[in-house]
């Protein structure tokens, strides 16, 4: 479902993922790609007060999140994610996913 979600925002946002296509259930990442997708995907939420888009993106980009810093991917400042609620959240996203 994530690499679903993925590449409809690869689309929205015209910029790659870096993820790779799934083999025997896993993913190649390339991680430059992938951080400045998810700065790319922060940046969109945070440049609209649509309701709908804040929605839709707000459980994929905070699952990416929790990718990118486990990843040590993550370009978008721990500043910019605490001002903007992203850190919790993706905090508690991560206690539920399996390192």
Not at 61 to 69: C, K
Request: proline share 2%.
């Amino acid at each position: 479902m994530f690499v679903g979600q993925t590449r409809v925002f690869e689309e929205v946002t015209k910029r790659s993922s870096g993820l790779g296509d799934v083999l025997d259930d896993e993913v190649a990442i390339d991680g430059a790609l992938f951080a400045e997708f998810v700065e790319a995907l922060v940046d969109l939420h945070d440049g609209t007060n649509h309701p709908v888009l804040h929605s839709l993106l707000k459980g994929y980009i905070g699952t990416a999140l929790v990718l990118a810093q486990r990843s040590a991917v993550l370009r978008v400042s721990k500043e910019r994610l605490a001002a903007g609620g992203w850190l919790e959240y993706a905090e508690g996203l991560a206690r539920s996913m399996p390192s």
